[in-house]
């Protein structure tokens, strides 16, 4: 079994910070790619930054500058730190990793998600 837990979500006004984190756990043979994707009510799930094995990144352009995903390969742990927060941020944040188990083929795992609400 593989888990994706993700901490760090909550209510937080305008111009705010927050930082989220998603561990992975499990029988874990190879952690790849790793991401943060948010779903806005009434709206698709969207990408918000991945991080390959070797630290590349790539962001959707409505975060770049005020967003950082980052990651501890040692604590199989992913982190989103989202600077400058706006209303529109709003949403469900899900981490997604993709792994490999033992025996297996690589796939992606999904995070239960973590509310992000940026409200005054």
């Known amino acids: 079994q593989v888990q994706l837990v993700e901490s760090g979500g909550g209510l937080v006004q305008p111009g705010g910070s927050l930082r989220l984190s998603c561990a992975a756990s499990?029988?874990?043979?190879?952690?790849?790619?790793m991401g943060w994707y948010r779903q806005a009510p009434g709206k698709q799930r969207e990408l918000v930054a991945t991080i390959a094995t070797g630290g590349s990144t790539n962001y959707a352009d409505s975060v770049k500058g005020r967003f950082t995903i980052s990651r501890d390969n040692a604590k199989n742990t992913v982190y989103l730190q989202m600077n400058s927060l706006k209303p529109e941020d709003t949403a469900v944040y899900y981490c997604?990793?993709?792994?490999?188990?033992?025996?297996?083929?690589?796939?992606?795992?999904w995070g239960q998600g973590t509310q992000v609400t940026v409200s005054s």
């Open positions: 499990g029988s874990i043979f190879s952690l790849n790619a």
């Open positions: 997604k990793a993709v792994i490999r188990r033992l025996m297996s083929p690589a796939r992606d795992y």
